[in-house]
């Protein structure tokens, strides 16, 4: 049993896509088959907040009140080979979906038109490759979908990627390598400022100064001519000049030395820790025990 164009129109465009009783994820949008006006294959959004879709086939679908429910894995749909949501079809894009769901195809090519169930219920029409029909004996099996997966693909490698397109049969494991070197950054600033201080300077000078002394002499003939000059009885003062020595001070500025910056380079070591990211690659078998590799081994 497949879904029909009526059932389609019945959503309300806020249902889900399940794989049983699995949510996959919401609605996107639905190809039509152009040979019989049938719907073909509907767009699942996945990933966070919907940024991802996946291709499913529409054959052996039903409609369960807004919700459609699916005959593949949630697994096997997100695992789905990547095609760009634009309305339409390429036949390269659709040989790819039918390979990968086991599915058989004719290559027919026309016009197509979608049928877009988001928040709303629309319809949009684009130009492409519409779905062809469909065969009746899917084999919807784990071990019918093991097989499949087994085939070599386009790329000619074994299996499949499941985040992503497929591009080769190999994956690239790197790691951050950490360089450290140096920098010179400005780190602080030294200056030189001269200011005035005032101390007292101490120092002993001889200084001489003149006393008044008194002397007496007698009479005699070598000085009665200046002892008689004058009255024979009179009053008299003489006066005499006292000097002396006082300190005497004079400063005078002199350069005594030369002040400079310089600057001389001291050689520290200093310890940086930092987190470098590595990939790790190891094999998942179901059937085995999980084999890690060491790191020697992956390179």
Known sequence: MSITT???QKLSGRGHVYAGSEKVGGIGQVYLDDSTGEPSWVTVKTGLFGTSQ??????????????????YGEDQIKGAPRVDDDGSISPEDEDRLYEYYGLSSTGTTGTTTGTTTGTTTG???????????????????????????????EHGTQGHDTSGPTTDDAMTRSEERVAVGT?????????????????????????SHEEVTLEREPITDANAGEAYDGPAISEEEH???????????EKEA????????GTETVTDETTVSTDARKEHIELEDDDATTTRGTDADRR
């Open 54 to 71: 996946s291709f499913v086939p529409l054959h052996g679908a039903d409609v369960r009140g807004d919700d459609i429910v699916v005959t």
């Open 6 to 8: 009526d059932q389609l």
């Open 123 to 153: 319809t949009t029409t684009g130009t492409g490759v519409a779905g062809a029909d469909l065969r009746d004996d899917v084999d919807t099996t784990s071990a019918g979908r093991a097989g499949a997966d087994r085939g070599v693909n």
């Open 239 to 249: 006066e005499v000049v006292l000097h002396e020595e006082v300190p005497v001070v």
């Open 254 to 261: 002199v350069a005594v030395e030369r002040v400079k910056l």
């Open 183 to 207: 920098q010179s950054r400005e780190a602080g600033r030294a200056r030189l400022r001269k200011y005035v201080t005032t101390e007292t300077v101490s120092q002993t000078v001889p200084v």
